[in-house]
């Protein structure tokens, strides 16, 4: 098998592109964490699931770059996947549970907002081309924290109770186009899972590490 690029989930990423030399770039697992409140418009913090296990109230939680924990409302830290389906040590997200009237993806490149699409409306899909307020959010959030991020990403914003948000960062060679401009999507993904040579200084900082490596290396 030969290739230079790829656009898939995160696990099929971690056995095939160390064997491709592929460097998959993505955000810090705790970016969300960083932003100051008026960007997120919600608390959210990163704890080991084990401690997650220990709440007492719902909240919405998620696995910061992976799908390990389904993104959902949990009535309960009990709810979550218990220590024998996964490792106590795993980080998630734990955020207020909100609702957002819109959300937007933004495919930024280099500094920029290349592209992007509406993808859902009070939850629900709903597909259309990003409003102007939404692509102002994003151009105003790469110029306060694009130094946070790798040159090619993905970040999804909404509208929360009149405001806009950040609502995550995701790896543009895991994520769903929607109606965004299919080749300036691809720039972005070509971008963001390239030859490990091509990397360069300033996005080897993002470059994932293998879960299955993480894993070995902590026995």
């Given at each position: 098998?030969?290739?230079?690029?790829?656009?898939?989930?995160?696990?099929?990423?971690?056995?095939?592109a160390?064997?491709?030399?592929?460097?998959?770039?993505?955000?810090?697992?705790?970016?969300?964490?960083?932003?100051?409140?008026?960007?997120?418009?919600?608390?959210?913090?990163?704890?080991?699931?084990?401690?997650?296990?220990?709440?007492?109230?719902p909240?919405?939680?998620?696995?910061?770059?992976?799908?390990?924990?389904?993104?959902?409302?949990?009535?309960?830290?009990?709810?979550l996947?218990?220590?024998?389906?996964?490792?106590?040590?795993?980080?998630?997200?734990?955020?207020?549970?909100?609702?957002?009237?819109?959300?937007?993806?933004?495919?930024?490149?280099?500094?920029?907002?290349?592209?992007?699409?509406?993808?859902?409306?009070?939850?629900?899909?709903?597909?259309?081309?990003?409003?102007?307020?939404?692509?102002a959010?994003?151009?105003?959030?790469?110029?306060?924290?694009?130094?946070?991020?790798?040159?090619?990403?993905?970040?999804?914003?909404?509208?929360?109770?009149?405001?806009?948000?950040?609502?995550?960062?995701?790896?543009?060679?895991?994520?769903?186009?929607?109606?965004?401009?299919?080749?300036?999507?691809?720039?972005?993904?070509l971008?963001?899972?390239?030859?490990?040579?091509?990397?360069?200084?300033?996005?080897?900082?993002?470059?994932?590490?293998?879960?299955?490596?993480?894993?070995?290396?902590?026995?």
């Amino acid at each position: 098998m030969r290739a230079d690029h790829l656009h898939a989930g995160p696990s099929f990423a971690d056995v095939v592109a160390p064997l491709l030399e592929i460097a998959p770039l993505e955000a810090e697992p705790g970016w969300l964490t960083g932003l100051p409140r008026e960007l997120t418009r919600r608390e959210i913090t990163m704890v080991a699931i084990g401690e997650a296990y220990g709440l007492r109230r719902p909240a919405f939680i998620k696995s910061p770059n992976d799908k390990n924990i389904p993104a959902m409302i949990y009535t309960d830290g009990s709810r979550l996947p218990g220590p024998d389906a996964v490792d106590p040590r795993t980080p998630v997200l734990v955020s207020d549970i909100v609702d957002f009237t819109a959300e937007y993806r933004l495919h930024l490149l280099d500094g920029a907002v290349y592209t992007g699409s509406q993808y859902a409306a009070h939850g629900r899909l709903h597909l259309g081309p990003p409003s102007t307020d939404a692509l102002a959010f994003g151009a105003d959030l790469i110029a306060g924290y694009g130094h946070t991020l790798p040159s090619a990403i993905v970040v999804d914003v909404g509208l929360l109770d009149g405001w806009w948000a950040v609502i995550e960062a995701n790896a543009a060679w895991a994520s769903g186009a929607y109606s965004a401009d299919p080749d300036l999507v691809l720039d972005v993904v070509l971008r963001a899972a390239s030859p490990t040579a091509s990397v360069t200084a300033r996005d080897r900082q993002f470059i994932r590490r293998s879960q299955l490596t993480a894993g070995l290396s902590d026995r």
